[in-house]
C-alpha cells in the first residue's frame, strides 16, 4: 500500500499498485463468475470460496463441511403407485396356498426403495367355525400368512354363512430394480369352502414404492 | 356358497380344490381320493342338490302353515 509521501513522489504508478491490491482483495472476497454462483467463508482469512451455481430442483446441503448443492432428496418419498383389482370369483376349499387372482407387478426405481403392498379381500364364508388366511407372496415366496393355526386368521366366521373385506398389508425390501409381481393367494381352514369376489364383487390391490 | 363346491363335496367330502368363476374348467385339485368327478357327475349333483333344498324349503313351509305361521311372520321377527 503506498504512504502519503509515495504518492507525491510518482502518483501514477502508486495508483496502478493500490489498484491492483483492491482487485485482488475484491476477487478474493467475491469470487462469483457466473450468474447465480456462492461465495462462502473459507479457512483462509479474507477469502471466499466460490459455489458455482447448481441445477434446476437442486437444494443446497452441507458436505464434508462446506456449502454444496445437491439433488431432491428421494428418502420416505412416495415415488409410484399401482393399482390393480379383479372380479374373478374364486372359490378355495383347500389348505394348501392357493391365488385368489388379485395380483399386480411394480418396477421399483431403487434398489434401496421399499414396496408397501395393501389389499383389500372381499370374502363370501359359508360353513360356520371356519375361515379362510390370505397371505402376500412373490414367486414362490410367501412374505405374509395370516394363519393362526386354527380355524382362520384372516377370516373366521362363527355364524353359518356371512362376507367381509379383509384387508391385509405387507412392508417388503425387495432390493432389487427388477419388475416384483406381487400376488395374494389364500388357504382354507379345514378345507372348507370360501370365496373371494362373492358374486363378482372386486378386491382390490396397491403398491407404494417408498424411497429409502 | 357355489353349486359347484357342494356337489364336489358331496361327491368328494375330502377334497381339496380351488376354482374360477364357477366354471368347472378351472377346477385344480390339490387332494383327490380316486378319480375326479366329471362334469355330467357334477351338473347330476347339482340337480340333487337344488331338488333336495327345495324340498326342505317346502317342508319347513308346511311346517310354518300348520302352525298357522307365514314367511311374512318369520320376517316380522327378523328370522
Redesign the interface.
Known amino acids: 500500500m503506498p504512504t502519503a509521501t509515495d504518492l507525491v513522489t510518482d502518483l501514477p504508478a502508486d495508483f496502478e499498485v493500490f489498484g491492483q491490491a483492491v482487485d485482488t482483495r475484491l476477487k478474493a472476497l467475491q469470487p462469483g463468475t457466473t450468474l447465480g454462483d456462492l461465495a462462502y467463508s473459507s479457512a483462509t482469512a479474507n477469502t471466499n470460496t466460490r459455489l458455482p451455481i447448481g441445477s434446476n430442483g437442486q437444494f443446497l446441503t452441507i458436505t464434508a463441511g462446506v456449502p454444496a448443492w445437491t439433488t431432491t432428496p428421494a428418502g420416505g418419498k412416495v415415488l409410484q403407485v399401482v393399482y390393480a383389482s379383479t372380479t ?9 396356498l ?1 391365488s385368489t ?1 388379485l395380483t399386480a407387478s411394480i418396477t421399483p426405481s431403487s434398489a434401496s426403495s421399499k414396496v408397501l403392498i395393501i389389499a383389500n379381500n372381499n370374502i363370501y364364508n ?1 360353513t360356520a367355525g371356519r375361515g379362510a388366511a390370505a397371505a402376500i407372496t412373490t414367486g414362490a415366496t410367501t412374505l405374509i400368512h395370516q394363519t393362526d393355526g386354527n380355524n382362520g386368521g384372516t377370516f373366521n366366521l362363527s355364524d353359518s354363512r356371512g362376507s367381509a373385506t379383509i384387508p391385509i398389508q405387507y412392508l417388503h425390501s425387495p432390493a432389487t430394480t427388477s419388475s416384483i409381481t406381487y400376488t395374494i393367494k389364500a388357504t ?1 381352514i379345514g ?1 372348507a ?1 370360501v ?1 373371494f369376489q362373492n358374486g363378482n364383487s372386486p378386491s382390490n390391490i396397491l403398491l407404494f414404492e417408498i424411497g429409502a | 356358497m357355489s353349486y359347484i363346491a357342494k356337489a364336489i363335496k358331496k361327491l368328494k367330502p375330502t377334497a381339496e380344490f380351488s376354482f374360477n368363476n364357477d366354471d368347472y374348467a378351472t377346477v385344480h385339485w390339490d387332494v383327490l381320493e380316486g378319480d375326479a368327478p366329471s362334469k355330467s357327475e357334477i351338473d347330476s349333483a347339482i340337480k340333487q342338490i337344488k331338488a333336495d333344498e327345495l324340498t326342505q324349503k317346502q317342508a319347513a313351509e308346511a311346517k310354518f302353515a300348520a302352525l298357522g305361521l307365514t314367511t311374512d311372520d318369520l320376517k316380522a321377527l327378523g328370522l
Open positions: 374373478t370369483s374364486t372359490n378355495i376349499a383347500t389348505t394348501s392357493t387372482t359359508d382354507s378345507g369352502n370365496t
